[in-house]
Every structure is written in C-alpha cells, then in structure tokens.
C-alpha cells in the first residue's frame, strides 16, 4: 500500500485576500508556513515517498522554504483544481492511487489520511471521498459557505457535488459539504481528466466534477466523514486567526 500511493498538494495560489505578496501555503499559522502542518501529517501516515506539491504563484518562494523535501510541478496559469492535477499527471508513475489535498488546511490528521486510504482499499471504488457535515453556515461555521454541497439521493448515494456559484437557493442549504480531498483510482482519473470542462459560472476545471463523471459511467464512489475542523481553510485573516485557536 505505501509505495503505490503518489499524494499531490495544491499550492499555487496567491491568497488574494490574504494581502501579501506571497503564495497562500506560506502564510504562517503560530510561526510556522500552513503547508508545514499538512506535510507533518503525511510523514506521521503510512503513506510513503515524497509528495507532489503543485506550484505556481512565486513558485521559487515555495522551494527555497520546502527545498528537496518534497516533488515539483509548475502550474503556469491556475484555471482550476482538476487542471491542477493534470498538470502532475506525468508524476504520478507507477501509483495506483492518488490523494489529492490541500495546502492551506494545516488541520489534517495522519489518521485521517489513512482512514482515506483504508476506505479506499477496502471498498474498491473509482474514488473515495471525503465529506463533513455541519449544523448551519453560522458563527464558526461561516467559513464554510464556499463549500461545495453534496447532494445524495433517497438511496443515501452521492448524486453529484454542486459549487456554491452554480447551487439554486434549496441546494445552497445543504450542509453535508464536499472539502475537496480526495482518494482516486490511477489509472481511471487518468483516462479521465481530459473530459473535464471549465462550463461553469468560474471557469474553471473542477476536480470536483470528477464525482458526476464517475456517476454517470455508473462507477462506485466511497465517502468518508471527517470532523469539519480538520477542513479549516485559509483564505482571510479572519480565517487565520481561528485557525490559530482550533490547530488540532
């Protein structure tokens, strides 16, 4: 299981709203960068090897701070999550799975990761899922608005995964959340990254389009529910500073 599994970090943002001129995954969180806290994680699971950590903004900044630590790919323009991993689809060599986390979520356990991957295994799907549910969009849970919502059927299956800007009023309500972490099987999300399309209110390929795509071949999908303080994005300095009293 170890040395089949290849992890690819999504780090090239800027951080807009951040301020700054550094990548997001750098911004520090109690004196240390946000992708420091992910990449603990990995080293304490049963995932072995280096990890692929896509840059892209103030790339040089990202490997002069992680050095040889970690692998590289370059993202020259970031059009999306799903164009992101396609980017890295060269580095992914013999795996035949693929994690795909984030760097600005500096809450995510070592056992987490390998629950995913134990699900993962266990069950055989295309891809595994992680999911979280919340109570409402209130108070601490504001930030999680900009989640993406899961829609199950009366079956209890996934149906398919809405962004917020394409949701209509009774789908934004919904507050089982997809945080986008994800566990692929290799070789179908590779025959499939090319049927992505950026026909959506961003623009932008989704790796989270990938769900639909899996339930309209009829392929098994797998989730897994995880506390959503581990999902604490970055993405405002109001962020930040929760993030700083609930760092697990």
Request: glycine share 8%.
């Amino acid at each position: 299981m170890p040395s089949q599994t290849k992890v690819i970090i999504l780090a090239a943002g800027k951080g807009k709203r951040m301020g700054g001129d550094i990548p997001k995954v750098l911004i520090e969180l109690n004196k240390k960068p946000l992708i420091s806290y992910l990449l603990n994680s990995l080293k304490l699971s049963r995932i072995m090897g280096k990890p692929t950590v896509i840059v892209g903004f103030r790339a040089d900044m990202v490997k002069e701070e992680l050095k040889d630590t970690v692998e590289y790919v370059f993202q020259e323009e970031q059009l999306g999550t799903g164009h992101a991993v396609m980017c890295a689809k060269d580095n992914i060599g013999t795996a035949d799975k693929i994690v795909v986390l984030y760097g600005d979520m500096p809450n995510i356990k070592p056992e987490t990761i390998d629950n995913l991957l134990e699900l993962h295994n266990n069950e055989r799907p295309v891809l595994t899922m992680m999911t979280i549910k919340i109570p409402n969009f209130e108070n601490e849970y504001a930030g999680f608005m900009g989640f993406g919502r899961v829609i199950r059927g009366e079956d209890g299956s996934i149906k398919k995964i809405v962004e917020l800007r394409d949701a209509d009023e009774k789908e934004k309500k919904v507050t089982e959340l997809n945080p986008s972490l994800f566990c692929f099987n290799s070789s179908w999300i590779l025959s499939n990254l090319s049927k992505l399309t950026n026909k959506n209110a961003q623009e932008e390929y989704y790796l989270t389009d990938l769900v639909g795509l899996a339930i309209e071949q009829g392929q098994k999908i797998s989730s897994l529910e995880i506390s959503p303080m581990e999902c604490i994005g970055v993405n405002t300095p109001e962020e930040l500073k929760f993030a700083e009293q609930i760092l697990i």
